[in-house]
Nanobody, 124 residues
Framework: QVQLVESGGGLVQAGGSLRLSCVAS????????MGWFRQAPGKEREFVAA????????YNTDFVKGRFTISRDDGKNTVYLQLNSLEPEDTAVYYC?????????????????WGQGTQVTVSS
């Protein structure tokens, strides 16, 4: 089973950018659909973005609004989340996750493999 390790979080001023990375090991990365989620203090975890094994993408339209981009490099077993125009409301722990049963379908399946998370803090 694949294991996931996120990196790239940190402290950034409002309007700044970060690129999060999630490296997978122990499985066939190219057969998974990958997602990014986030959880802010006192709030439930929420979906941010997802990418299928063929590169189709989906975003949370409530708050992404063209600021974030998900991508994957199967040769490096890595999924990325580029965060631009960050706002204090984006402060959260960001998690990557993998889903194996429906890697071609952005709307199906349940993410069952999770990384440990990386903290993103945006100051005003």
């Amino acid at each position: 089973q694949v294991q996931l390790v996120e990196s790239g979080g940190g402290l950034v001023q409002a309007g700044g950018s970060l690129r999060l990375s999630c490296v997978a090991s122990g499985g066939t990365f190219s057969t998974y659909k990958m997602g990014w989620f986030r959880q802010a203090p006192g709030k439930e975890r929420e979906f941010v973005a997802a990418i299928t094994w063929s590169g189709d993408t989906k975003y949370n339209t409530d708050f992404v609004k063209g600021r974030f981009t998900i991508s994957r490099d199967d040769g490096k077993n890595t999924v990325y989340l580029q965060l631009n125009s960050l706002e204090p409301e984006d402060t959260a722990v960001y998690y990557c996750a993998a889903e194996a049963r429906y890697p071609w379908d952005l709307g199906a399946g349940k993410y069952e493999i999770w990384g440990q998370g990386t903290q993103v803090t945006v100051s005003s």
